[in-house]
């Protein structure tokens, strides 16, 4: 069994920045990837990037290019999304979770994230 931990969410004004993490337990999880989604109130939830198990390559939605930085720490099992020029459009409950064969298995909860204008 996996668990997938999120932390880091907040309220920011718009142009801040936040850092969240997501801290796996249960099964050593360095080789799988690791994929960032998030949820608008009313809204579908949407995937906004992934690190694969080496860290060197992420997959980003357009709209957070340039902005959202992942990253990966394996000998802690933690991996990160860092977040700059945040934007009241990123205001959403942000979730990791971890991929196996191609699908998304385990999740986290969730952290909020709000940003004001």
């Known amino acids: 069994q996996v668990q997938l931990v999120e932390s880091g969410g907040g309220l920011v004004q718009a142009g801040g920045s936040l850092r969240l993490s997501c801290a796996a337990s249960?099964?050593?999880?360095?080789?799988?990837?690791i994929g960032w989604f998030r949820q608008a109130p009313g809204k579908e939830r949407e995937f906004v990037g992934a690190v694969t198990w080496s860290g060197g390559t992420t997959y980003n939605r357009d709209s957070v290019k340039g902005r959202f930085t992942f990253s990966r720490d394996n000998a802690k099992n933690t991996v990160y999304l860092q977040m700059n020029s945040l934007e009241p459009e990123d205001t959403a409950v942000y979730y990791c979770?971890?991929?196996?064969?191609?699908?998304?298995?385990?999740w986290g909860q969730g952290t909020q994230v709000t940003v004001s204008s």
């Open positions: 979770a971890l991929e196996i064969r191609g699908s998304y298995v385990y």
């Open positions: 249960g099964r050593t999880f360095s080789r799988q990837t």
